[in-house]
């Protein structure tokens, strides 16, 4: 299987379209083969975007937020998100879908809409497993799948990881019921007291980045028995408050460009 490493500009100043164009250019020379652009902080116009990534043969994965107070507002959320971001001509969208404080019931309105634009625009949505968002958990993760078997994951394990205090060794089951639905991961390492760790390389945090590894081999390897002959996945370390920072000057502990090109590179090494 090839693995597709897309780069999210989450951590990069992305205020114009020269920004923008020297962000492809670096991505494509840091080895990456796309982008991850997330549309309600993407600014750049669809022509613009569509030009840079075609001169250096790159794909676009891109992401979508449902916002408002109830489900219908983020049903029309939706609706219009998705709309604008099949423009780009995406390999997948990426989805942050409902909220955890809806009702399982309204959360599945919601669920069973983003499988209606699929098969309308022929496009892959992926729904992000995140805190906020009614995927918040294993344990509700699991009941909509249940619902719902031909829902399509994004693997974000890391807020998990603090959801349930946990390194999710005492959750295998749960997950080996979650995870044949994951088409796409976030490949961001989290710890038991929060979703990112300071430096992915720093031996003090090998232990859990050994056991995220694990457990995304664990989706690659359910993906090529379902004859998948590519997996896209996004290192995705972020910017304070996600990156730890120095209390008097704020800087960020950790070059976090730098810590996604680890990403990509150590999964490029372990991931088989």
């Known amino acids: ?113 983003a499988l209606t634009l699929e098969q309308k625009y022929n496009v892959t949505i992926t729904h992000e497993t995140h805190r906020f968002r009614p995927t918040f958990s294993t344990f509700d993760t699991e009941k909509i799948i249940k619902v719902l078997p031909e829902l399509k994951l994004n693997l974000d394990i890391s807020h998990w990881m603090v959801v349930h205090e946990s390194d999710l060794s005492d959750q295998l089951t749960r997950l080996d019921t979650i995870f044949p639905h994951v088409h796409h991961i976030h490949g961001r390492v989290g710890f038991e007291e929060g979703p990112q760790v300071t430096n992915p390389q720093d031996e003090l945090w090998a232990g859990h980045l050994k056991n995220h590894v694990n457990l995304w081999q664990k989706v690659i390897n359910l993906a090529k028995n379902r004859g998948q002959k590519t997996f896209t996945i996004t290192p995705e370390f972020g910017p304070f408050p996600y990156a730890h920072v120095q209390p008097s000057t704020h800087q960020p502990l950790t070059d976090i460009w730098a810590a996604n090109n680890f990403m990509q590179q150590h999964l490029k090494e372990k991931l088989i």
Request: glycine share 6%.
């Open 1 to 113: 299987m090839k693995l597709n490493f897309h780069k999210s500009f989450w951590e990069a100043p992305c205020n114009n379209e020269q920004d923008f164009n020297e962000l492809v250019k670096r991505s494509f020379g840091d080895g990456y083969q796309g982008t991850e652009l997330f549309l309600p902080f993407f600014d750049i116009d669809t022509d613009t975007t569509l030009k840079a990534h075609a001169e250096l043969g790159l794909n676009i994965i891109t992401g979508i937020a449902t916002q408002g107070d109830n489900v219908q507002a983020h049903l029309k959320s939706m609706n219009a998100q998705i709309e604008r971001a099949v423009e780009f001509s995406p390999v997948l969208i990426n989805s942050h879908t409902g909220r955890d404080i809806f009702s399982l019931e309204d959360n599945l309105r919601l669920f069973e809409n």
